[in-house]
């Protein structure tokens, strides 16, 4: 109601103007009102190797943000995460000595989807009042927790799984393989374009001390003669297993703008699901899709930018396949377009017009649930990635696509605001 | 039309499926034993529902029924799955999922395996049947529907 009497109460020439944006809640938007003032990773290990325990993986994520930031630990006011993290904000308070805590959130929603809708919910807070300095993060120890890549070992199940356990689909690989089968019966999308997502991944990890496949190269023969895990998936087109911590600081711009001459500012972050996404049993009404159709559209519109002005892109391997979908639902290329458009020379950091997961992403960097590509995106705005593109004004992450709800950020300079 | 499978498509020792506790899908489970194919149906606008929920996503009505449709469909996508996760598949090699869409009720899609060679051909748009696999020794007994092609 409130819409309708403002597009209907004013006048003249700037009334379609304050009906669009009213309408999309942009003159309400986070447009550069919070930045990312730092951001912290553990040593990244393959599954089952760290020593440290999850929480403690935790903590030293968000002492080293912390650090990065220039702040106290005891400033921090408010915790986000995603995915059911087991490490809670009281427990995180306690550790680290907070006099109050002032807003805690979960993000629900299954996988990675909320990898970036955590900076949308800190910077939301943020924005809000609700808090000052609020950390987004995600600890993984899956050697201590158990691997997503493992089947349900129950004896029986209800609900939704009861319709797909039984039938031997329990890993992610096999609950999302045949969006992919789908994606490229309908849209002639090649093997060939999922492999230079892959390749790319791998050439960007090789510049990365971080990453967990630094000093392990993949080239087209490798990939093509990797085994399958589930048709059209072989190994290469599947995410890592890892365990670590990543955690970012977001704080407001005025704040970031003291602690550094070139605050990453928050130009837009949004979560994004359609039609019955969350459907069981597959029957979501638009199946081909990494779930990204209808946030794009409100994620530009509140960044002020369009996907010409988008300089490096983040996007999300659970599978090379998702990618692909991502790239097009974030308007980067074009279903018509896409198998001549996405390949390695186009997708690299030294060179490419669509530099792509420039860490080495999930793929090849670590799978920390797809933070470590929010941290990417904002290194490439910083200017210290170990791939950085030249001349980052406008980085775009995002994260989960597939999932019932995904998420993506987009960061910039100061001067991406004009 | 439908079938009766002579062995289960995948070894025994995987999750087995139940009844939700609320009673919601309850229908579904008690009509696979009686080798029937049920789905639900909303009583006010007539849309086919599927997965199952106790609102029509339709229009929100609160009066949904249970129908038995036939039991054939055609393939909308498909996986062929070479990388066990679980210890009862660890030996068994590869094995076919497809997922199907029911034209005579609104398209809505089903999941199962597909029968016959898990290394054949896989033709988008096939028609398949319904096989009914009993399982009498669960836990409670159950049947599951898997799917074979009735022509390519």
């Given at each position: 109601m409130q819409q309708t009497r403002r597009c209907t109460g004013g006048g003249g020439q700037g009334l379609a103007t304050v009906c669009a944006v009213s309408a999309s809640g942009a003159d309400r938007g986070l447009r550069g009102r919070t930045?990312?003032?730092?951001?912290?990773e553990t040593t990244y290990y393959k599954r089952g190797q760290s020593t440290d325990p999850e929480f403690v993986l935790v903590v030293k994520a968000i002492l080293a943000a912390c650090k990065d930031a220039g702040i106290n630990p005891r400033e921090i006011d408010g915790f986000c995460s995603y995915s059911n993290d087991r490490n809670t904000p009281a427990r995180l308070a306690n550790a680290l000595g907070l006099e109050e805590l002032r807003y805690s959130n979960m993000q629900w929603g299954g996988g990675g989807g909320g990898a970036a809708a955590v900076v949308q919910n800190a910077a939301s807070a943020v924005h809000a009042g609700s808090a000052n300095?609020?950390?987004?993060?995600?600890?993984l120890a899956q050697g201590q927790f158990g691997r997503f890549g493992q089947g349900g070992r129950r004896p029986a199940v209800r609900g939704e799984f009861a319709y797909t356990l039984p039938y031997g689909v329990m890993s992610p690989a096999q609950m999302y393989a045949m969006r992919t089968t789908r994606l490229m019966w309908e849209h002639g999308i090649d093997r060939s374009t999922m492999r230079a997502v892959a390749l790319a991944a791998y050439h960007h990890a090789q510049n990365n001390p971080r990453a967990v496949m630094y000093g392990?190269?993949?080239?087209?023969?490798?990939?093509?003669?990797?085994?399958?895990?589930t048709e059209p998936f072989r190994l290469y087109d599947c995410c890592l297993e890892n365990d670590g911590g990543a955690a970012m600081i977001v704080t407001s711009a005025e704040r970031a703008a003291d602690l550094s001459d070139t605050p990453v500012l928050v130009l837009a972050a949004q979560q994004s699901g359609g039609h019955r996404s969350g459907a069981w049993v597959h029957n979501p009404t638009d199946y081909a899709t990494s779930s990204f159709k209808l946030g794009a559209q409100h994620l530009y519109e509140q960044a002020g930018v369009t996907p010409d002005d988008v300089d490096v892109v983040q996007s999300y391997e659970n599978f090379t396949g998702a990618v692909v979908m991502s790239l097009i639902e974030h308007g980067l290329c074009t279903y018509e377009n896409a198998n001549e458009v996405l390949t390695f020379e186009n997708l690299r950091a030294d060179g490419g017009s669509i530099p792509l997961n420039t860490s080495g992403g999930n793929l090849a960097e670590c799978y920390m649930h797809g933070l470590g590509m929010q941290i990417e995106a904002v290194r490439q705005v910083r200017g210290?990635?170990?791939?950085?593109?030249?001349?980052?004004?406008?980085s775009l992450s995002n994260a989960g696509p597939m999932v019932e709800i995904a998420s993506t950020a987009i960061y910039g300079t100061t001067e991406a605001l004009g | 039309m439908?079938?009766?499978?002579?062995?289960?498509?995948?070894?025994?020792?995987?999750?087995?499926?139940?009844?939700?506790?609320?009673?919601?899908?309850?229908p579904y489970w008690e009509g696979t034993r009686a080798h029937e194919l049920?789905?639900?149906?909303?009583?006010?606008?007539?849309?086919?529902?599927?997965?199952?929920d106790w609102v029509c996503h339709a229009c929100q009505s609160l009066n949904v029924?249970?129908?038995?449709?036939?039991?054939?469909?055609?393939?909308?996508?498909?996986?062929?799955?070479?990388?066990?996760?679980?210890?009862?598949l660890a030996d068994h090699g590869p094995y076919i999922v497809v997922l199907v869409e029911l034209p005579h009720a609104d398209n809505l899609r089903m999941l199962g395996n597909l029968l016959g060679d898990p290394m054949q051909d896989i033709v988008i748009g096939s028609d398949v049947e319904a096989v009914f696999e009993d399982h009498d020794n669960g836990n409670p007994p159950y049947t599951l529907v898997q799917w074979q092609v009735t022509s390519s």
């Open positions: 930045a990312v003032a730092g951001v912290g300095v609020v950390v987004a993060y995600r600890g392990r190269p993949l080239d087209a023969e490798t990939y093509d003669s990797s085994r399958w895990i210290d990635s170990t791939n950085q593109v030249p001349n980052v004004n406008v | 439908s079938a009766l499978a002579e062995a289960s498509y995948l070894p025994e020792g995987l999750t087995q499926p139940a009844p939700m506790r609320d009673g919601m899908d309850a049920r789905v639900q149906r909303c009583a006010d606008c007539g849309t086919h529902q599927w997965g199952p029924e249970w129908v038995t449709v036939e039991p054939t469909a055609r393939i909308y996508s498909w996986q062929r799955v070479h990388h066990p996760v679980h210890p009862a």
